[in-house]
């Protein structure tokens, strides 16, 4: 990354414009033409610098039900169950651990009983050998910005 690329990475992390035309305001602050942050941001999320740009949403206060998950997943098994769980709209993380659970996820949904219909969903597609729902008692929400 060169610099303009760790200015950019700097500037999106929060305030973002909520414009008709987000990208074009972020180019005039950062003196530059829309097409190339648009091309910076392509390039940066194709070297996997960046993961995902969006909103986060408090989904509580929007009425869904979220949960982090525990899967107990059979090593041959990894690959087809990971692509069974992205399938769900709800996953917003999903990560592999060396652990006996080895499959982290996230899920949101309307309700708690459609989180355990996906969750049985799941676990009958992948062979998931144990599934632990585990819905958060207390949230706690830190905003973090990485200084690039």
Same mark, same amino acid.
């Given at each position: 990354m060169d610099k303009l690329d760790k200015l950019i990475m700097n500037r999106i992390q929060g305030d973002f414009p909520l414009t008709g035309q987000p990208y074009k305001q972020l180019a005039q602050e950062?003196?530059?033409? &829309?097409?190339?942050?648009?091309?910076?941001?392509?390039? $940066? /999320? &194709?070297?996997?610098?960046?993961?995902? $740009?969006?909103?986060?949403? *408090?989904?509580?206060?929007?009425?869904?039900?979220?949960?982090?998950? =525990? =899967?107990?997943?059979? &090593?041959? /098994?990894? *690959? /087809?169950?990971?692509?069974?769980?992205?399938? %769900?709209?709800?996953?917003?993380? +999903? %990560?592999?651990?060396?652990?006996? %659970? +080895?499959?982290?996820?996230?899920?949101? #949904?309307?309700?708690?009983?459609?989180?355990?219909?996906?969750?049985?969903?799941?676990? *009958?597609?992948?062979?998931?050998?144990?599934?632990?729902? $585990?819905? #958060?008692?207390?949230? %706690? /929400?830190?905003?973090?910005?990485?200084?690039?």
């Amino acid at each position: 990354m060169d610099k303009l690329d760790k200015l950019i990475m700097n500037r999106i992390q929060g305030d973002f414009p909520l414009t008709g035309q987000p990208y074009k305001q972020l180019a005039q602050e950062l003196n530059i033409a &829309e097409d190339e942050l648009l091309t910076r941001l392509r390039v $940066l /999320k &194709e070297r996997g610098i960046i993961r995902r $740009l969006g909103a986060v949403f *408090d989904s509580k206060k929007l009425g869904f039900s979220s949960t982090l998950v =525990a =899967a107990q997943v059979p &090593e041959e /098994k990894i *690959d /087809k169950a990971v692509a069974v769980i992205n399938a %769900y709209p709800g996953v917003t993380h +999903n %990560y592999q651990r060396a652990a006996e %659970y +080895n499959v982290w996820f996230t899920l949101i #949904a309307e309700s708690q009983e459609r989180i355990e219909q996906i969750l049985q969903e799941i676990s *009958d597609k992948t062979g998931a050998q144990k599934i632990l729902n $585990l819905p #958060a008692v207390s949230f %706690y /929400k830190i905003k973090v910005n990485f200084n690039v």
